[in-house]
């Protein structure tokens, strides 16, 4: 499958001759990244048993697998600017990115009628956006020595834009006290939820 990307960029401190700015950079860049389904889940095969009374057993699988699968595919914006001052002893790195999954491979559960417990689809969109910020200066710089720093901040919102036309959650993984792990339209990926008590004045009920 085929997953192309591409970056452009534009150095604006060719434009114009400031003394405080050594370099200034805009950056615009765009990628995709495929995956694809585990091996074997293309096609429905049974399974043989044991032979009972010579006679050759077989079982059909519990979860239904897909020939029509696509890849997963991840597309991603990123816009960045990157400026350095002072003879590069002070520097800036501020990048704002989005990035959202489609079709992701995903075992749901089908109709009982299908006669089995899961079924292989496409679905889900799952967005990632947020800023990164980067400050890095050089604190002293004499002779042989010097001594630099860098200051990193980051900020991600995580979103569940749609799973498939007729399912709003899924469930991840269930543990222990009946607490699950959940990927629900309208919330973040792998939401934890569980249950508590009826409280009145404070106290449980």
Known sequence: FFYPAATVSFVYSELFDASFMDFGKLRFNYAEVGNDAPMQRLQNVYSLGTPFGGNTLASAPNTGFNANLLPENTRSL??????????????????????????????????????TYFQ??????????????????????KGDFRWDARLNWAMNRNKVISLTDDLTTYQLASVQGGITIEATVG???GVIKGSNFVYHEGEPI
Do not use: C, H, M
């Open 78 to 115: 990123e816009l960045g600017f990157e400026n350095k001052f002072f003879k590069d002893r002070l520097g800036a790195d501020l990048t704002f990115y989005r990035s959202n999954t489609f079709n992701q491979i995903l075992a749901v559960r089908p109709s009982t009628a299908s006669g």
């Open 187 to 189: 919330e973040p990926y």
């Open 120 to 141: 292989y689809v496409n679905a889900g969109d799952i967005q990632n956006q947020g800023i990164e910020l980067q400050l890095y200066g050089n604190i002293v710089k």
